[in-house]
């Protein structure tokens, strides 16, 4: 019987094995999509236990936690640390099949070296080895990610956030370079009045203006885009039910922001022609700098509205949305490809019945100016899994070109979950070397060794022009 976790987990040919020890296990890391908090890579946090690096804010755990039958105190709550990962501890034999129990064991063996199984019985030992080792100069976060091979992060920000934690890290000269996202998704959410004027309110305060009218709005945005790319930012981020793409003119946008300020609720159109609007103008600004705009698609958002209340958003009420993508996504694309302003763009699905949609849509606006243009991006939440990346890397395989796939990331908030990205590797090397030794592929791991080596760092680094990364780590940063 083979060994839970061992060297070739999931790894189930000779030559799966020689393709991820050869060529993908040595590879960097680069993280171009997460939510990590760059407050705590700033102050080089160190947690106090494991509970607080594990647990606290990671929505996977609690709604596994809450299936379980743990109160929401433990999850959430304010119940002291080691009892909730008392119940943690509780909850793990029972996610056996869920992708949970494969990350938290590979996460306790990449960091701490622990191979036991997380059980009631074995609680109490690993939670006061993880967290003895976590009081040690080698668990700051910055050291966890320079422990994972880390090479570049880009965090998740919004237009008014100042950006203060980016330029700390770099006057400082950390070789990890945290890069920010521009995540502009509350600059158009136009649904509740009250809570888009507010934001206004804040956007005035980081952009040191007063905004009055539509084009000061506008222009109050773009000096925010403009200071983003000013501290390293390439990279914008959008989530989204769906692609919003309804006809408009100038006036009626003008006057739909005139309503939405003077506390008007609007009409669903008055509000997707505002949000269509908006996502143009964003990916205008986005191709002007050259940067790569990425878009999330089909979340269904705080689905219960009591727990909303009690505990806030991003708390695990979320799930699965079965929203139309194509039409719309057509019409976006096409209308920015008509004027030649379709910047480098990637594009999630969270319904997997959307796998063959987004794999084909990719393949209308490869336009032939450079390799993989438009990307159809990783398995995102709830498809990060064994299953769901497969699927997502047979629909690319089928229907685009997978050696031009810029790779793996980890869309979390947690600074242990960059085994996600091994996870990812040896799914890709079983892929092919099942495929090789089925006679499927021929047997040139030279060649593809090259292309998993590009799917794992090669293909990102060059797609988002980050060719500083070639340059040794101590100097780095210093090329931004």
Known sequence: MKKFLDENFLLKTKTAQRLYHDYAKEMPI?????????????????????????????HYKWRAMRTNGVDESYCTGNQPDY???????????????????????????????????????????????????????DYTVRNLLRKMNVRLVCTTDDPVDD??????????????????????????????????NNYIGRLEKAADVSIGSFKEFMDAL?????????????VSDHGLEHIYAEDYTDAEIENIFNAVRSGKTLSGLESNQFKSYMLIQFAEWDWERGWVQQYHLGALRNNNSRKLQEVGPDTGWDSI????????????????????KLTKTILYNLNPADNELMATMIGNFNDGSIAGK????????????????????????????LSRFIGMLTDSRSFLSFPRHEYFRRILCNLFGEEIEDGELPNDTEWIGKIIRDICFNNAKQYFNWQFLDKPIAVAEKAL
Not at 103 to 110: A, D, G, M, N, S
Request: charged share 25%; hydrophobic share 35%; aromatic share 14%.
């Open 222 to 234: 773009k000096k925010r885009h403009d200071f983003f790319a000013a501290n390293g930012c390439n």
């Open 163 to 196: 950006l203060a934690q980016h330029r700390q890290l770099k006057e400082e000269g950390f070789e990890i370079p945290i890069l920010p996202a521009f995540r502009p998704d509350a600059a158009m959410n136009v649904d509740n009045p009250v809570t888009f």
């Open 321 to 340: 949305g079965d929203f139309h993508q194509g039409k719309n996504m057509s019409k976006f694309f096409s209308r920015l490809e008509g004027s030649n």
């Open 83 to 137: 009892a909730k990962f008392e119940k943690w501890a509780e909850t793990v034999p029972y996610t056996m099949r869920n992708p949970l129990y494969h990350w938290t064991h590979l996460e306790l063996q990449r960091y701490f070296n622990i191979d036991e199984l997380l059980s009631p019985d074995t609680a109490k030992e690993i939670y006061e080895e993880c967290t003895a080792k976590l009081q040690t100069p």
């Open 30 to 58: 680069i993280d171009y999509h997460c939510h990590l908090p760059q407050s705590q890579i700033a102050e080089d946090k160190q947690f106090e236990n494991l509970t607080q690096i594990w647990l606290y804010g990671d």
């Open 374 to 401: 438009v990307q159809y991006g990783s398995a995102w939440w709830f498809l990060d899994q064994k299953d769901g990346m497969t699927k997502q890397i047979n629909a690319l395989s089928n229907m685009g070109l």
